[in-house]
Every structure is written in C-alpha cells, then in structure tokens.
C-alpha cells in the first residue's frame, strides 16, 4: 500500500481573465463550452473498402499548454477572438495547493506500507532490490533517497532481543555453575536451552510465525524456564550420587521420584496460559503469538528434561570427594550452608507463630488490593521507533501561501535540532489531512548511540521552540510501537463527542475543549472541529435573474468554471488521462469583490454581471463534518505531559463527565489506544482470575486434593505486592508488559510452591 506526498498528476490550467473576456463580450460559461468542444476524443469509424481497411484519425485531441493557446473559442466582429487573448493555458499540476519537502528541498515522498501478513524485512529488502532500476530512468536532476526505514528499527530490536536472550541464557548458566560447582554438572542443563529453543522455533515455524519483538520477548523470558526443570532433575540425581550410587542408578531412581514434579510443573505453568490464548480484543491478539511461543518452549523443555537431562547425568556426572574441591569452592559453599541455616531459622521462627503468619498472609492480600489501585496504569509504554511526526494546523481561514510560510518556518526549526538526521515536510489538504489549513512533519531521528535524548525528551525541548512560531499550532507525538484503531489525529489519545443535533454538538465540543485543557497533565489539546472557516455568501436573487432570462444553473456553472479548479476536458495519454481546468488567473481569487466581475450570458443575448443579480456577505461555517458510525462527531484529541499515566488521564475524563452532566443525545468515548487501554483494565483482572482458577483445577486434578492447589497457590499474593511495590519504587506504570510480567509470575511463584510441596510430600 503506497501513500503519496506532495505528488501531482500533469494538467493543462486554463487561467482565464474575466476582464478581457468582458471585453470581447464572452462570459466564461462560453468559453468553457468553447473549450470542451475543441478537444474530443470520439471514435470516427473505418473506410472499408474491397481491398483495404483505413482507420480515419482526426486529431482532435489537444495534449498541452502550447496546443491550446491559438485555439479561436469565439469570432467578433468577423475575427476570431483566441483562446491566448482572454486566458494563458500553462502545463501544470491538477491540485497546485499541495507540497512537500524533503528538508529544504521540494519532494514527492511515497510512504510504502506492508500488506497485512507481509514480513517487513522480506518488502523492504525487495523493495531496495527494485529501486536502482527506478533511479536509472529517472533524470540526472532528480535524486531518489531513503527517508525513512522500519526495517531498520525492526532490525535493532530483533539485535536487541537476541543480545538479550544469549545474555540471560549465560547468566542463568553462571548462576548454575556457582550452585553446582562442577562443569560437567553445569553443562547438562545448559544444553536444554538451545535445544528448547530450537524446538520452540520448529513449532513457529509449523504454525507459521514470524520472529517480532513478541515472540522473541516469550523466548527471553522463557529462559529461566526451560533450565528450570533440567536444574530439578540434574539436582535431585546429584543428590543420590552424593549418597554413594552410581550415576545409572541415581539417574533412573531420581528421574522416577521428581518426573511428576516436572510433569506437574509444565503443564500447571502452561495452564497459566491458556487465558490468554482465548483473549478478545487488541490484547488477546497481541498475547495470543506470545502465549502460544511461550508454551511451546515450556513444553519442549518439559520433554528434554525428562528424557536427555538424566540420559546425560547416567553418562557424565561422577561422584566429587570433598578433599577434590579448592579453596573456591568451599567458599561458597561455606555461603551456600550459611543461607540454608539462615532459612531454617527463619523458617523455624515462622513455623512457631502460624497465625503471625496468616496474618501477614492476609495484609499482603488487603496491600495488594491498595497498591493495585495506586500504582499508574498505561496500555503500552512510550517506545523509540526513531521517529517524531508532527501535524500542523493553521487558522481556518489561512491560505495555502499563508501556510507554505508558517510550514516553512517550522521546518527551519526542526532543521536546527542536533538530534534530527532528516526530516519530510508536507502542507495542504489530501490524505490523512483533511483540510488545506493543515500539514505534516516526519523527523527521522539520529541513532540511538549517537544522540543523548530520547523522543520524549526531544519533543519536550522542541515544544517551547515551536509554540513560538506565529500563526501555526504544531502537535508532535511520539509514534506508538503498535497504533491501534481511531484516526489520525493530532495528539496520540483520542476522545470522541457524536451526536445526531449539531449545535450541540459543536456547543459541547468547545465547552469540554476548554475544561478537559483545564486538567492538570494534559497537553496539546486540540479537536478536529472547524466550524469558523469564513464563506463568502453569495445571495442570489431569483425573480431578478428570471427576469433577465438567466438560471441558477448558469449562475453555479459561471462560479464553477471560475473557481473550483472545474476540469472541462480530458487528454488522453497511451498510459493515463489527464485533466484540463478552467479557472479565473491568480489575481483574480485574492478577495470577494472579484466575483463582480464575472459575466453570465442571458437568452436575450446579453452579458450579465453576476453582482446584478446577487448580494455577497461574508459569514462562517464548518469545513467539514465528520462522522463516526453513521453520526456527526467530533474527536478531541490530547497529549500527556511525562510522568502523568494513561489511567490517570482516563480518570480524570470520567470524572469532567460526571461533573459536567451532559445531555443523554451527545454520545462520548474514548478512541484508538486509549479505548484499548479502557478495554484492557476491563478484562486483565478477569484474565487473571481465570488464570488462577485454571492453574487450581489443573492442580487439583494433577494432586487428587483440594488443599495443595491452594497451599501452592498461597504465594501469590506476596507475589503481586512484591511487584507492585517494584513498579512503584521505580516508577514504572502498570502497562501491558508488566502485565506479562505480573502473568509470569504466577507461573514462578506457582513452581516453586510445587517443588516445596512435591519434596514435602
């Protein structure tokens, strides 16, 4: 899917004088006849004769400028009256109120989008394979360049991700090299990890996935994981090799005793999951890949540990005397013995007092509950695409020259900036921009290791720089990692007011405008409403007008022709269609009083001034109307300052609803992500319930109890506070990701509940 910027298909422009028209006694309806008739494009017929067929061809099509120029459109007086003598044809563009630059340098920018399933890295790289043939059929003048590549933003994450996954997978084996002490001890359960991994990879592969930043974060955090069960087994068989056995036998009576704490393990943790899996909306189809990655790597590491983990113990590990051990080693295991009798006491201290215990069960329970409604909550964090985009919006009844200027101005600012590689600069209506009082600025930042900001902190230091610019407001937001649903607007949240009664509409539209700007952490506050566009009335009298023999037909077809761009004719090219416009010269659209000089021809013969027949007043209205699900709307949208959450803001809008007692007509809601984030806190409690309901059904089944499940689950509250505490010493909101982590944590606090309990029983 392309998106052009600044593009303009080829059009002749007759720009006519009214003047000189009026001289010759012409109206421009006349010379728009006179013109369409001139150039045609209709099929003549054949000559067929008994021997040959002859196509007959009669030239009538004109295909530029310089073609129309002696054409006669009228004769006076005996002489023909040229179409150069009252307007000047010129090669030019069909919409000349649009314009885009790369930097400083006038540009067509094509924005290139992927197809929904379509890898990005795959189009990008066909994408470059094609362009040099492009560039060797362009003009020497012209240069072809990158602005701006996802792929290289994808690239980075996917190098990050990578980095991070063999980072954890050398610190979870570090951590078990200082537990085991022993080399070939540590190896063993090494080895489940790439091959885990490997098989976690197969099965993407057989349901179709592709590596993103979701399934690689799955295969991160499932590190700890997949060695975890390899650790269990390795330990428990060390632990009858320690008692004088041999490493078969102490690998057959180990795996037999701790196969169904593996087994209880995989799938209680898996079950975690299995919520997810059947999520609605925007966050199940964001953790439905990560889920399933998730669980496929647990499984494969479930299998390995019960089948090549103890193989491996039978061939390769050996009983270590004491005396064998450096000083090294009894060092820590001096440490290791001094944290074990460090938590036999204090596990002696809390078997001795059952209800301090219970009691401090049950706060951690009523803290969690407190700290859940204290702690921020935002739908996806602020990320680093690389990327700023900002929209600028003029007064409404600014000109497209008027904004060239402004745009200008700001681009001059945004060139200044250290952080800034390239930017794209495009102004007038078309596209995502509705109006022509409107533009975009795409700033495509340094890389990372090579500016000290992120996007925040440069939007932050370019806002003030900006906001100083006269006669333009700009809005600058840090594009999403994900963008979800809503529109594009010019601030990043959206809020949305419908009704089927205008006036209210548009009355509570500005009232809410001026409160919700009110609000302590709101940003950049604007709405998509443009009802004080001024028009230029024109009031038409219709008994006068009938008098002189004229229609309002004529009167609409004069104004048209004159200033609408109006397209009269068609060129017809061996591969496109291209348009000829009529249209008034330039200076004669500067100002209201030139609609005087337009001519309409009565059926009497006679060239009438259009201000005869009509009264001009200036008044204004809406530029446009815009709807949402069949109604009238209007979409607020706003930007937050930093440190202020998405749940705050939320809040705060909930509540101006309440205070301000709307009508029941006017409809309101929340649109893109923060609709999405008020979906989520609806269902990530549920989801969390349900995980912990199918984690207790499956213990329960697994233990043949109604007890262990819940002594297994009883960590979990500590857990949740344990993480909420977290968030709230570091400042982190409660988003998505924290979500997943607050997931994976009933997964952790769950295994080790079940060693404790397995080993116990």
């Known amino acids: 899917q392309v998106q052009v910027f600044g593009s303009q298909k080829f059009a002749v422009r007759i720009r006519t004088n009214p003047d000189q028209l009026a001289a010759r006694g012409m109206g421009i309806d006349e010379l728009q006849q006179a013109i369409a008739q001139a150039n045609v494009?209709?099929?003549?017929?054949?000559?067929?004769?008994?021997?040959?067929?002859?196509?007959?061809?009669?030239?009538?099509?004109?295909?530029?400028?310089?073609?129309?120029?002696?054409?006669?459109?009228?004769?006076?007086?005996?002489?023909?009256?040229?179409?150069?003598?009252?307007?000047?044809?010129?090669?030019?563009?069909?919409?000349?109120?649009?314009?885009?630059?790369?930097?400083?340098?006038?540009?067509?920018?094509?924005?290139?989008?992927?197809?929904?399933?379509?890898?990005?890295?795959?189009?990008?790289?066909?994408?470059?394979?094609?362009?040099?043939?492009?560039?060797?059929?362009?003009?020497?003048?012209?240069?072809?360049?990158?602005?701006?590549?996802?792929?290289?933003?994808?690239?980075?994450?996917?190098?990050?991700?990578?980095?991070?996954?063999?980072?954890?997978?050398?610190?979870?084996?570090?951590?078990?090299?200082?537990?085991?002490?022993?080399?070939?001890?540590?190896?063993?359960?090494?080895?489940?990890?790439?091959?885990?991994?490997?098989?976690?990879?197969?099965?993407?592969?057989?349901?179709?996935?592709?590596?993103?930043?979701?399934?690689?974060?799955?295969?991160?955090?499932?590190?700890?994981f997949v060695v975890d069960d390899a650790i269990v087994m390795l330990e428990n068989i060390v632990r009858h090799i320690e008692r004088g056995e041999t490493p078969l036998e102490a690998s057959i009576k180990g795996s037999r005793e701790i196969g169904f704490t593996i087994v209880s393990m995989t799938i209680s943790l898996i079950a975690v999951f299995i919520p997810v899996l059947f999520m609605s909306g925007i966050v199940g189809r964001l953790l439905h890949e990560f889920a399933v990655t998730i669980c496929a790597a647990i499984l494969v590491s479930g299998i390995v540990s019960l089948t090549l983990t103890p193989m491996l113990c039978s061939r390769y590990l050996r009983h270590v005397d004491a005396e064998e051990h450096g000083r090294v080693f009894r060092a820590f295991e001096r440490f290791f013995d001094a944290l074990l009798a460090g938590y036999r006491k204090s596990l002696s201290w809390a078997m001795a007092r059952p209800r301090l215990v219970i009691a401090g069960f049950a706060a951690t329970i009523v803290l969690s509950g407190v700290l859940f409604t204290m702690v921020p909550k935002d739908f996806l964090p602020s990320g680093d695409s690389g990327q700023i985009i900002a929209f600028t919006e003029g007064a409404q009844d600014a000109s497209f020259a008027s904004m060239v200027e402004h745009q200008r101005a700001v681009a001059a600012i945004v060139a200044q900036d250290p952080n800034i590689r390239s930017f794209m600069s495009s102004v007038g209506g078309g596209g995502i921009r509705p109006t022509s009082n409107t533009g975009t600025i795409f700033m495509i930042l340094k890389p990372r290791d090579e500016r000290k900001l992120s996007p925040d902190q440069i939007i932050q230091q370019l806002r003030p720089k900006l906001g100083a610019v006269p006669g333009i407001k700009v809005y600058m937001q840090n594009p999403p990692v994900i963008r979800i649903g809503g529109q594009i607007t010019a601030a990043q949240y959206q809020y949305t007011l419908q009704s089927t009664d205008l006036a209210e509409l548009y009355q509570w539209t500005e009232t809410l405008l001026g409160k919700i700007r009110q609000l302590p952490g709101f940003i950049d506050v604007t709405s998509n409403l443009n009802n004080l566009s001024p028009v230029v009335a024109l009031d038409v009298d219709r008994e006068k007008i009938a008098t002189l023999g004229l229609s309002f037909a004529q009167v609409e077809d004069a104004l048209q022709s004159a200033f609408s761009a109006r397209q009269i004719s068609t060129i017809y090219g061996a591969t496109n269609q291209y348009q000829v416009i009529?249209?008034?010269?330039?200076?004669?659209?500067?100002?209201?009083?030139?609609?005087?000089?337009?001519?309409?021809?009565?059926?009497?013969?006679?060239?009438?001034?259009?201000?005869?027949?009509?009264?001009?007043?200036?008044?204004?209205?809406?530029?446009?109307?815009?709807?949402?699900?069949?109604?009238?709307?209007?979409?607020?949208?706003?930007?937050?300052?930093?440190?202020?959450?998405?749940?705050d803001a939320v809040d705060r809008i909930k509540a101006l609803e309440q205070e301000m007692r709307m009508p029941a007509s006017l409809n309101t809601s929340l649109q893109g992500t923060a609709q999405a984030f008020q979906a989520s806190l609806q269902g990530l409690g549920l989801l969390l319930l349900i995980a912990i309901l199918v984690v207790y059904i499956v213990l329960g089944i697994l233990y043949e109890s109604f007890i262990h499940p819940l002594t297994i689950l009883s960590g979990l509250p500590s857990a949740a506070l344990g993480a909420l505490v977290t968030l709230l010493v570091f400042g982190v909101d409660l988003s998505l990701y924290a979500f997943v982590g607050v997931i994976m944590l009933i997964g952790i606090v769950k295994k080790n509940a079940i060693m404790m309990i397995d080993f116990a029983l």
């Open 41 to 224: 494009n209709q099929p003549v017929g054949l000559i067929d004769g008994e021997r040959q067929t002859f196509a007959i061809k009669d030239g009538g099509q004109l295909s530029n400028a310089a073609a129309y120029r002696p054409l006669i459109v009228a004769w006076r007086n005996g002489a023909p009256v040229r179409l150069e003598e009252v307007a000047t044809p010129i090669d030019s563009v069909e919409n000349a109120r649009i314009a885009s630059w790369n930097v400083d340098k006038r540009a067509i920018v094509l924005a290139i989008q992927r197809q929904p399933g379509a890898n990005t890295i795959e189009t990008v790289n066909s994408i470059k394979r094609i362009l040099p043939s492009f560039q060797a059929k362009l003009p020497a003048a012209i240069e072809m360049t990158t602005l701006y590549d996802r792929s290289i933003s994808i690239r980075d994450a996917i190098h990050d991700v990578q980095f991070t996954l063999v980072l954890a997978g050398f610190l979870v084996i570090l951590v078990i090299l200082l537990f085991l002490r022993n080399l070939s001890a540590t190896v063993i359960p090494a080895l489940a990890l790439p091959i885990s991994i490997a098989g976690t990879f197969a099965v993407m592969y057989v349901l179709g996935y592709s590596l993103d930043n979701l399934s690689l974060l799955a295969l991160t955090l499932s590190v700890g």
């Open 582 to 647: 009529l249209e008034v010269a330039p200076e004669f659209q500067l100002d209201p009083s030139m609609l005087s000089r337009l001519y309409v021809r009565a059926t009497s013969g006679k060239l009438i001034p259009l201000d005869t027949v009509s009264r001009v007043t200036r008044k204004t209205q809406a530029l446009t109307v815009n709807h949402q699900g069949q109604l009238p709307s209007v979409t607020l949208s706003f930007n937050l300052l930093p440190g202020v959450s998405l749940g």
